[in-house]
T-cell receptor
Framework: GESVGLHLPTLSVQEGDNSIINCAYSNSASDYFIWYKQESGKGPQFIIDIRSNMDKRQGQRVTVLLNKTVKHLSLQIAATQPGDSAVYFCAEGGGTSYGKLTFGQGTILTVHP | DTGVSQNPRHKITKRGQNVTFRCDPISEHNRLYWYRQTLGQGPEFLTYFQNEAQLEKSRLLSDRFSAERPKGSFSTLEIQRTEQGDSAMYLC?????????????FGPGTRLTVL
């Protein structure tokens, strides 16, 4: 993918608000999508995944929505907490790329107490 | 701790030296992946194994890079004749691949600095 340097999209919210992080994916053949959370100095942490035969999946405080028509993925975090502050990446896989994941740009989420 | 582990966590080396990193996957995971991440970017795929077999390698993986998983458990990633452009976080992930499911869990990474 192209380099976008250090200018990641950012989202600032107040504690207790709901957060929505968006992602556009590139490969229409992808059939598996994952959201990861990455804190500074740590590896990506699995949050939630969804397969292309679904358009919504819910976890604990998180919901992932998939719109295959426009190749868009979103992560909704309910009642955001300061501990949710991190960089969030979407990743796509499957289809003809089974095995490897292709990661999106990342969004910096900052939650203010 | 039963997660993916990586050693060392940090490595500083001089240009031209060889370095080797180790990854221990989650027990019984049959797939193991290597990614590279530079500041401000998402991880980029390098290679992956299913058991002992190396199934795919990225064009990013030049001939100075080699990865092995000799017994289908731990893996090593070696970089020969390191260059300053190799400075990055090297991430390992593992998964228990079944038909249609391949959730990858990442380790903490090895941060490489080439001086």
């Amino acid at each position: 993918g192209e380099s976008v340097g250090l200018h990641l999209p950012t989202l600032s919210v107040q504690e207790g608000d709901n957060s929505i992080i968006n992602c556009a994916y590139s490969n229409s053949a992808s059939d598996y999508f994952i959201w990861y959370k990455q804190e500074s100095g740590k590896g990506p942490q699995f949050i939630i995944d969804i397969r292309s035969n679904m358009d919504k999946r819910q976890g604990q405080r998180v919901t992932v929505l998939l719109n295959k028509t426009v190749k868009h993925l979103s992560l909704q975090i309910a009642a955001t907490q300061p501990g949710d502050s991190a960089v969030y990446f979407c990743a796509e896989g499957g289809g003809t790329s089974y095995g490897k994941l292709t990661f999106g740009q990342g969004t910096i989420l900052t939650v203010h107490p | 701790d039963t997660g993916v582990s990586q050693n060392p966590r940090h490595k500083i080396t001089k240009r031209g030296q060889n370095v080797t990193f180790r990854c221990d996957p989650i027990s019984e995971h049959n797939r193991l992946y290597w990614y590279r991440q530079t500041l401000g970017q998402g991880p980029e795929f390098l290679t992956y194994f299913q058991n002992e077999a190396q199934l795919e390698k990225s064009r990013l993986l030049s001939d100075r890079f080699s990865a092995e998983r000799p017994k289908g458990s731990f893996s090593t990633l070696e970089i020969q004749r390191t260059e300053q452009g190799d400075s990055a976080m090297y991430l390992c992930a593992s998964s228990l691949f079944k038909t249609g499911v391949d959730t990858q869990y990442f380790g903490p990474g090895t941060r490489l600095t080439v001086l």
